[in-house]
């Protein structure tokens, strides 16, 4: 079954400390993976996505084929990283599959 | 350029009333898409579109309709709604849902409770 799975529910780290969102996932096929984030009172809208290995705002995601993971990581939170995170992976009929979300609260 | 336009913002509704939730686009977007969210889940596709005149289900269509005149509209109805309809939903369109972009627009959302 095509599944994708955020473990932690929230997340809670200092300022300056490094952050890693997990996300796994169960696909067949050659997965496309994405991360959405939604801050406060804005709409959720595209974080990055695996096949441009690209980094946004200090945000960095590797997709790992034998542990079935595309982790969202950042070594030095900021304030303004706190926000909801979504891992979505698109499936064999191009629609994405979301994981639950992550709450990320960086601690002054 | 407002992007995606999902109206209304809130509503309450007694089980069995009906209601339409609008969603607009002024990107062109192809592709058109409805979610709902409830607590402790990820998005859940409802139905969607990849054009005018085409329209299908997503993995919890039961108890919506949606229809798509036209490029820019993509309302959802609720025939009678039930308490578990109660959800925040989204709106959500991207250029083409085949390509490996991936990137959806979302609307605000709407938050819908049933009574």
């Known amino acids: 079954a095509q599944r994708v799975t955020q473990p932690e529910k929230l997340l809670s780290v200092f300022k300056g400390a490094p952050v890693e969102l997990k996300c796994n996932y169960s696909?067949?096929?050659?997965?496309?993976l994405f991360w959405y984030v939604q801050y406060s009172r804005q709409r959720l809208q595209l974080l990055l996505r695996h096949i441009s290995r690209e980094s946004i705002k200090g945000f960095t995601a590797d997709l790992n084929k034998g542990e079935t993971s595309f982790h969202l990581k950042k070594p030095f939170a900021q304030e303004e990283d706190s926000a909801m995170y979504y891992c979505?992976?698109?499936?064999?009929?191009?629609?994405?599959?979301w994981g639950a979300g992550t709450k990320l609260i960086i601690k002054p | 350029n407002a992007g995606v336009t999902q109206t209304p913002k809130f509503q309450v509704l007694k089980t069995g009333q009906s209601m339409t939730l609008q969603c607009a686009q002024d990107?062109?977007?192809?592709?058109m898409s409805w979610y709902r969210q409830d607590p402790g889940m990820g998005l859940r596709l409802i139905h969607y579109s990849v054009g005018a005149g085409i329209t299908d289900q997503g993995e919890v269509p039961n108890g919506y309709n949606v229809s798509r005149s036209t490029t820019e509209d993509f309302p959802l109805r609720l025939l009678s709604a039930a308490p578990s309809q109660t959800s925040v939903y989204f709106c959500?369109?991207?250029?083409?849902?085949?390509?490996?972009?991936?990137?959806?627009?979302f609307g605000e959302g709407s938050r819908l409770t049933v009574l």
């Open positions: 696909y067949s096929g050659s997965p496309e």
């Open positions: 990107m062109n977007h192809e592709y």
């Open positions: 959500a369109s991207s250029y083409s849902r085949s390509t490996s972009t991936g990137e959806l627009f």
């Open positions: 979505a992976l698109k499936d064999s009929n191009y629609q994405l599959i």
